[in-house]
């Protein structure tokens, strides 16, 4: 079994400024590592994916997340936020076999101050 | 590509009454989806997981009969909410996964059921 956790459950940033949102992972077994992205009363969005290979990976969006092995960690990072940045992003993490549950931390709200 | 569907968005409904939730893929074949619940602010918690023309499975703490799943077809699972209380207002969002696509989930929009 997997667990997630998000430590922030409320970040703050002013606009064009950086963020990084922490995720960090429990596991056994190898994993797959996700960030979705939920706006208000909104499904989720898959922002990007771990799955194997380079362990720094980019969304089309600006945002980044490097998975980290030794630190169990797969932090969320953007250099310069924008208004429509503010959403709840959620860390999620699974087991690498396929056809595996998703296990979802608790949430992070982004709040981009203008 | 990979669009997953749900229908209604919104429901009211009084209480004692069911009311079912449509989960579709519009453009993949989804063998598995997959039901989760959200209460407002928090994260989302797994209820069941559904396979094609096989039981659903449910998640610990979750009632059967009362949140009946059916997977008929491959672009198809349906949530019914039994009996509905005022404590089973919530948002309810299905994924669904593409057998191409096995460590992947497509979520759908979710539906916000309120029960009066």
């Known amino acids: 079994a997997q667990s997630v956790t998000q430590l922030d459950s409320q970040v703050p940033v002013f606009e064009e400024a950086p963020v990084e949102l922490r995720c960090n992972y429990s596991?056994?077994?190898?994993?797959?590592l996700f960030w979705y992205v939920q706006y208000p009363n909104q499904g989720l969005q898959l922002l990007l994916k771990?799955?194997?290979?380079?362990?720094l990976v980019e969304s089309i969006n600006g945002f980044e997340a490097e998975f980290n092995k030794s630190q169990t960690s797969f932090h969320l990072r953007k250099p310069s936020v924008h208004i429509s940045d503010t959403a709840e992003y959620f860390c999620?993490?699974?087991?690498?076999?396929?056809?595996?549950?998703?296990?979802f931390g608790t949430g992070t709200r982004l709040t981009i101050i203008p | 590509g990979a669009v997953v569907s749900q229908h209604p968005s919104r429901v009211i409904c009084k209480s004692g009454t069911s009311v079912k939730i449509e989960c579709r893929s519009l453009?993949?074949?989804?063998?598995?989806m997959f039901w989760y619940r959200q209460f407002p602010k928090q994260s989302l918690m797994l209820m069941a997981t559904?396979?094609?023309?096989?039981?659903?499975?449910?998640e610990q703490g979750v009632e059967k009969d009362k949140f009946l799943i059916n997977h008929a077809s491959l672009t198809l699972s349906t949530l019914t909410v039994t009996s509905a209380h005022p404590e089973d207002s919530s948002f309810y969002i299905c994924?669904?996964?593409?057998?191409?696509?096995?460590?992947?989930?497509?979520f759908g929009p979710g539906t916000r059921l309120t029960v009066t």
């Open positions: 771990y799955l194997s290979g380079s362990t």
């Open positions: 453009d993949f074949q989804a063998t598995t």
């Open positions: 596991s056994s077994v190898s994993v797959y």
């Open positions: 999620a993490v699974s087991g690498a076999f396929g056809n595996e549950k998703l296990t």
């Open positions: 559904s396979n094609e023309g096989s039981k659903a499975t449910y």
């Open positions: 994924s669904a996964r593409d057998l191409t696509h096995p460590y992947e989930q497509y």
